[in-house]
T-cell receptor, first 114, second 111 residues
Framework: KQEVTQIPAALSVPEGENLVLNCSFT??????LQWFRQDPGKGLTSLLL?????REQTSGRLNASLDKSSGRSTLYIAASQPGDSATYLC?????????????FGSGTQLTVLP | EAGVVQSPRYKIIEKKQPVAFWCNPI?????LYWYRQNLGQGPELLIR????????DSQLPKDRFSAERLKGVDSTLKIQPAELGDSAVYLC?????????FGPGTRLTVT
């Protein structure tokens, strides 16, 4: 069974800092990996999707990397802003079986202090 | 384009009462998902529909939970009777070619 772990569970940084969120997964036979943002009381917003054949994806100040062989992904946020405060979730989809099922980590709660 | 719509946004009920959640997916998305998210955890899949067919309901507690997706568009998730442990956020998502789009969720509190 695929397990997804996110470390740290919570992170607080001053505005302007660059930061890295970590995600690890136990089964490397993934189809893709997705990073989401969740604001309090809201649903999930997709930030970046990395296909298994890709190494990284970038969107604005966000960069996500994928190392399938080691079962790791990182989300890099440059020049953090208070508006980046949210919970960040990573989710993986396996290549076989229930191919469209996402397995989520528990998230990293990020607070960017002004 | 409208996103995934869910209602109600919040629901408070007493245990043993029934409750229903409604989801309207993005137009044209044939795949619909219901997830449950407990506090401090990531969402967990309850059921997945391909059009009107439930193709993955292995994690749906069938003794009290039921779902339907008539005509392959809107979907309803029902709990009867609700238990204290059912308090959570129930998220609906839809997809067309893999990438899932989530609704705002329904926060259920069972007292």
């Amino acid at each position: 069974k695929q397990e997804v772990t996110q470390i740290p569970a919570a992170l607080s940084v001053p505005e302007g800092e660059n930061l890295v969120l970590n995600c690890s997964f136990t089964d490397s036979a993934i189809y893709n990996l997705q990073w989401f943002r969740q604001d309090p009381g809201k649903g999930l917003t997709s930030l970046l999707l990395i296909q298994s054949s890709q190494r990284e994806q970038t969107s604005g100040r966000l960069n996500a990397s994928l190392d399938k062989s080691s079962g790791r992904s990182t989300l890099y946020i440059a020049a953090s802003q208070p508006g980046d405060s949210a919970t960040y979730l990573c989710a993986v989809r396996l290549s076989s079986g229930s191919a469209r099922q996402l397995t989520f980590g528990s998230g990293t709660q990020l607070t960017v202090l002004p | 384009e409208a996103g995934v719509v869910q209602s109600p946004r919040y629901k408070i009920i007493e245990k043993k009462q029934p409750v229903a959640f409604w989801c309207n997916p993005i137009s044209g998305h044939n795949t619909l998902y219901w997830y449950r998210q407990n506090l401090g955890q990531g969402p967990e899949l309850l059921i997945r529909y391909e059009n009107e067919e439930a193709v993955d309901d292995s994690q749906l507690p069938k003794d009290r939970f039921s779902a339907e997706r008539l005509k392959g568009v809107d979907s309803t998730l029902k709990i009867q009777p609700a238990e204290l442990g059912d308090s959570a956020v129930y998220l609906c998502a839809s997809s067309l070619r893999g990438e899932q789009y989530f609704g705002p969720g329904t926060r259920l509190t069972v007292t």
